[in-house]
């Protein structure tokens, strides 16, 4: 059974402290994605990655930074976490996102991320 | 810009009954569809796709028609239970040029509520 998996479920982190999202896909994709979602707001991309070392700015890419060392492994970086970073953060993995090709994405359980 | 959009943010219906949710989209370049479901504390799971040169796809109790005339996509499901009380997001994957590769863009979601 193909796995997106997120380390932590919940997270409660201070105003200004650096903090570290991980995602691990064992499906050997080469697409990798952090979402934010939020009530009203739907899923809003902030950064993704075609492969190893690469990444691309998603809608609202501020505020956070990414990291991709291994294929498997996609981490999303607060640098300095603030209160309306508060949400539920989804990380995804896919195959291929070329034309004519069939394949969504899969979704780890997210993170709900509360700074206080 | 590119959007896609659900008509409707809550949809009750009966248990037995069928269900229908609709979604607009906007870039008729989009080659590919797809309907997610996200239940409560969890990450978004695939339920159904379509690529742009079909019309209809049925699965198990789902179907998914496309009318790429007005950029329209139902979810279709049949004989509704409560397990299908969720949030339903559509999604359009909008290929990129020259590149050849898209992202997937997701509607705001629909809540569907079944009620026994």
């Known amino acids: 059974d193909v796995k997106v998996t997120q380390s932590s479920r919940y997270l409660v982190k201070r105003t200004g402290e650096k903090v570290f999202l991980e995602c691990v896909q064992d499906m050997d994709h080469e697409n990798m994605f952090w979402y934010r979602q939020d009530p009203g707001l739907g899923l809003r991309l902030i950064y993704f990655?075609?492969?190893?070392?690469?990444?691309e700015k998603g809608d609202i890419p501020e505020g956070y930074s990414v990291s991709r060392e291994k294929k498997e492994r996609f981490s999303l970086i607060l640098e300095s976490a603030s209160t309306n970073q508060t949400s539920m953060y989804l990380c995804?993995?896919?195959?291929?996102?070329?034309?004519?090709?069939?394949?969504?994405?899969?979704f780890g359980s997210g993170t709900r991320l509360t700074v206080v | 810009g590119e959007s896609v959009g659900l008509h409707l943010p809550t949809l009750s219906v009966q248990e037995g009954d069928n269900s229908i949710i609709n979604c607009a989209y906007s870039n008729s370049a989009s080659d590919y569809f797809i309907w997610y479901k996200q239940e409560s504390g969890k990450g978004p799971q695939f339920i159904i796709d379509i690529r742009s040169n079909m019309d209809k796809r049925q699965g198990q109790r789902v179907t998914v028609l496309l009318n790429k005339t007005v950029k329209h996509l139902s979810l279709q499901i049949a004989a509704t239970q409560p397990g299908d009380s969720a949030v339903y997001f559509c999604?359009?994957?909008?290929?990129?040029?020259?590149?050849?590769?898209?992202?997937?863009?997701f509607g705001q979601g629909t809540t569907l509520q079944v009620k026994p």
């Open positions: 990655s075609y492969d190893v070392k690469m990444k």
């Open positions: 995804a993995s896919s195959l291929s996102t070329g034309r004519g090709q069939r394949d969504g994405y899969t």
């Open positions: 999604a359009e994957r909008g290929i990129k040029e020259p590149s050849n590769t898209g992202k997937l863009i």
